[in-house]
């Protein structure tokens, strides 16, 4: 069986694509640049025993990549899980981002997911498969800061919820993981006020948790706590908090 | 240098394995190959894999770090040739376990598993029996390399071999090493590990010597005034069946390993380990070793290193002509009677080959010679008089291994030093690639 994981190159979707093939899972991997799919590809099938094939794809400019995934899982096992673990944040998303930039950060965090989840609902349904959305820390309440990108993030928080209500666990496994801090690219060289999880940490969860059902929760368990903590911070307190 | 998200640098302190050398350096993480590319071109950069290196060879201030651990995986293998190509930052333990189980050895790897195949070939190093596998350069096919302005080339012995060659201990001057394919060697079952004590320095250079073909070949030593050169000199032969294998399956030592807070190689705790080693290869042997064991000796090093203490230490590694050895050696043992130094730990290797550029090769026995706390001034006093005797002996310095050496000693311990210098140069002529260690020794 199949699994496509869309945002392979770097971080967690890096660590999940290492994961699914050290479970054996064959893999279709997507990411925007053909070097890094090229290599990543290679790597996992001289490592394990799996196939891997490669679609690059610039998802800000694309206005059906599903249609592309699903031209490209042509010639490989039945589609078993779709994994959606893209996003792209950007230091000047406070507000003052031009149409071209706002359209860009929806494209990849919240058009994307959405389209490419549309266009292979069908096949996962075919073998009763999973599909696994990733939100963020930073969609639990809107900041000055990341406004775009929480935006998205809570909006595709919101289509996963749809995608529960309309199909049953037992006909299409719908799961969202709400990300705290992970140690990555995007978080490299920052100062930040909790621990960050190891990508390689939060993918075997992920890949274990592949068989278990429908379900929304945080990675890791604690930040759920931290979220809770923060919707419940009072307005006048909450909005003192900038940094 | 304000941090620049587009390329995500940080601030980080960074320190040599001997923990001689430190500095707080802007470092880039880059995970993808366009994070390689969008440093901008004329930006002062050195390429860092593992940073395992004893000395700074990998940071330095007033430069950009990248940092190519994440570009760490296997790209095409060759199971008929035994042709293996990898990223520069896969590390050869890695790649040492990759090749293993598909009958294959990489022949020539340091003793630090995690050190990165890009950083073997920048250091051109040497494995565990030089005189017969040569350095890391003859087992190297091809190089991807990134130029700052030229941007990728492939390069290998009829393609850019200039350039090929000079990535070889060009401790990165020539370029960010991207890949590299690795001609490997039909691996053996296990190696049947025999020990042989010595009496003394001049000895194990006569049992290397004689042992020449092994394919795992190094002496350890005593370096007490009273005990001086006694040791132990230890060789492997291929095993054609893995019967009934000695040493435990290996776990990586660390990158970096935390010291004890304070040093445990005092005169006593000197002595102990000496003896612990007497013990421990008390039996001739054969005994049957894994591979992997009998390649990666330092796993079993970690409290070791940890006893340096906070200190730190410094090897200097000296690679001494046969015909000025017996000499030097007594002239070391009187230096070592009248300065009494601290000295952890001699270890001999043999070697037989041509040296190139800075790559630290010849014919000759080398001695690494571990030394804790280096800034004691009694420590202090004796690694220059080591210094100084080595010179005196044509012995050539290890400019990957000692951090205590100086522009002037390395460029009297290498006779072409200023040839070898201008021909890695020519590959970098605006100076953009830089390190702490290219900085001291004026490369």
Known sequence: MTAVVVGASSGLGRALAVELARNGHDLLLVASDPRDLAVMAADLRLRYPVQTASLAIDLAGSTNPGARILEALDGLPPLSALLLPVGMSRNDDDGSLSAAGIGQMLAINLHAPIAIAHALLPALLATRGAIVGFGSIAGARGRSRNVVYASAKRGLETYFESLRHGHLPSALRVQFHKLGFLRSNLTFGMKLPLPAAEPEAIARTVVAALERGSFTRYQPRWWGQVALLVRSLPWFVFRRMRD | ?443
């Not at chain 2, 001494?320 to 000499?327: E, I, L, N, S, T």
């Not at chain 2, 009187?334 to 040296?355: C, E, M, N, W």
């Not at chain 2, 002996?393 to 522009?407: E, F, G, T, V, W």
């Open chain 2, 1 to 443: 240098m304000s941090p620049r998200r587009g390329f995500a640098l940080a601030q980080l302190d960074l320190r040599s394995f001997d923990r001689s050398c430190a500095a707080r350096c802007h470092v880039q993480k880059p995970d993808r190959y366009r994070l390689i590319e969008a440093l901008p071109a004329d930006v002062q950069r050195i390429t860092r894999g593992a940073g395992v290196s004893y000395v700074d060879a990998s940071f330095g201030e007033d430069c950009v770090v990248q940092d190519i651990g994440a570009f760490d995986r296997l790209i095409e293998f060759d199971a008929e040739q035994g042709l293996l190509t990898v990223e520069a930052g896969a590390s050869v333990g890695d790649v040492t376990r990759f090749a293993l189980g598909h009958g294959w050895l990489l022949p020539v790897v340091p003793g630090h598993p995690r050190a990165s195949i890009g950083g073997c070939i920048a250091a051109d190093v040497h494995g565990k029996n030089p005189a017969r596998d040569g350095t890391f350069r003859r087992h190297v096919e091809a190089i991807e390399l990134f130029d700052p302005v030229a941007g990728w080339l492939a390069l290998d012995a009829d393609d850019e071999a200039g350039r090929f060659d000079a990535c070889f201990a060009g401790f990165g001057i020539p370029g960010l090493i991207g890949s590299a394919t690795l001609r490997l060697v039909r691996a053996p079952a296990a190696y049947a590990m025999r020990s042989l004590h010595v009496a003394s320095l001049v000895e194990a250079g006569e049992v290397l010597q004689a042992h020449a073909g092994a394919p795992v070949l190094y002496g350890w030593h005593d370096a007490r005034p009273g005990h001086f050169g006694r040791g132990v000199v230890r060789y492997g032969l291929e095993a054609k069946e893995a019967e009934r294998l000695g040493g435990r399956s290996p776990v990586d030592l660390p990158k970096a390993i935390a010291p004890w807070p304070l040093c445990a190689w005092n005169r006593l705790g000197i002595a102990a380990m000496n003896g612990w080693i007497q013990h421990r290869y008390a039996h001739a042997g054969p005994r049957h070793v894994a591979v992997e064991a009998a390649l990666f000796p330092l796993n079993e090093a970690r409290a070791y290193y940890a006893g340096f203490g906070t200190a730190g230490f410094v090897e200097a590694q000296w690679l001494v002509p046969h015909a000025r050895y017996a000499d030097f050696i007594e002239a070391l043992h009187s230096a070592v009677s009248r300065l009494r130094p601290r000295i952890s730990l001699i270890a001999s290797k043999l070697f037989d080959g041509d040296p190139q550029g800075l790559s630290f090769d010849g014919r000759g026995i080398a001695l690494a010679i571990q030394m804790p706390q280096p800034r004691e001034r009694r420590q202090a006093a004796f690694i220059e008089a080591l210094t100084t005797l080595a010179l005196e002996h044509q012995a050539r310095p290890n400019l990957i291994k000692d951090s205590s050496l100086d522009a002037a000693s390395a460029r009297r311990g290498i006779a072409d030093f200023e040839a070898a210098r201008e021909q890695l140069r020519r590959f970098d002529p605006g100076n953009l690639q830089r390190s702490g260690l290219t900085a001291r020794l004026g490369l």
